[in-house]
T-cell receptor, first 110, second 114 residues
Framework: KQEVTQIPAALSVPEGENLVLNCSFT??????LQWFRQDPGKGLTSLLL?????REQTSGRLNASLDKSSGRSTLYIAASQPGDSATYLC?????????FGGGTRVLVKP | DGGITQSPKYLFRKEGQNVTLSCEQN?????MYWYRQDPGQGLRLIYY???????QKGDIAEGYSVSREKKESFPLTVTSAQKNPTAFYLC?????????????FGEGSRLTVL
């Protein structure tokens, strides 16, 4: 059974610093890895999707990498802003189902 | 605009009552999903459907039921058999399935049992 872990559970950085968020998964037979953002009391917003054949995806200040052999994905957010404060969740797919990590709650201080 | 609409946003239920959460999408997606989120935890899959008139149990289906009579609709019923129903419920959809495309989520429904 796929297990997805995100460490740390919470992270606080000063504005302007780069953010590095980690995601680990136990089963390398994933089809894709997706990163989401969740604001308090809201639904999830898709940030990036990395297919299993890809090693990374980029969108603006966001870059996500995928290393299936080590069971890891990393989300980089460059030059963080207070508006980046949110919970970030990763999820791996297999059998047309997503398994989610517990999320990393990020606070960017002005 | 295309998207996923969940209603109601907030719902209160007395113990012993069944409640139904609505999820409608106009994205023309085949696959739809229901997840449950508890404070400080990740999302857990309740049910999913990849085609009309067909659905499969997820990891925590006990005490829940669903139907998929129309492509755009996937309502979730929380029955009295669900022992701890207070949670945030999220509906999602994808073009075919999670293995081939992004999941898009609604804004969620918060259920509180009084």
């Amino acid at each position: 059974k796929q297990e997805v872990t995100q460490i740390p559970a919470a992270l606080s950085v000063p504005e302007g610093e780069n953010l590095v968020l980690n995601c680990s998964f136990t089963d390398s037979a994933i089809y894709n890895l997706q990163w989401f953002r969740q604001d308090p009391g809201k639904g999830l917003t898709s940030l990036l999707l990395i297919q299993s054949s890809q090693r990374e995806q980029t969108s603006g200040r966001l870059n996500a990498s995928l290393d299936k052999s080590s069971g890891r994905s990393t989300l980089y957010i460059a030059a963080s802003q207070p508006g980046d404060s949110a919970t970030y969740l990763c999820a791996g797919s297999a059998g047309n189902k997503l398994t989610f990590g517990g999320g990393t709650r990020v606070l960017v201080k002005p | 605009d295309g998207g996923i609409t969940q209603s109601p946003k907030y719902l209160f239920r007395k113990e012993g009552q069944n409640v139904t959460l609505s999820c409608e999408q106009n994205l023309n997606h085949d696959a739809m999903y229901w997840y449950r989120q508890d404070p400080g935890q990740g999302l857990r899959l309740i049910y999913y459907s990849q085609i009309v008139n067909d659905f499969q149990k997820g990891d925590i289906a006990e005490g829940y039921s669903v139907s998929r009579e129309k492509k755009e609709s996937f309502p979730l019923t929380v029955t009295s058999a669900q022992k701890n129903p207070t949670a945030f419920y999220l509906c999602a959809s994808s073009i075919i399935g999670a293995d081939t495309g992004e999941l898009f989520f609604g804004e969620g429904s918060r259920l509180t049992v009084l």
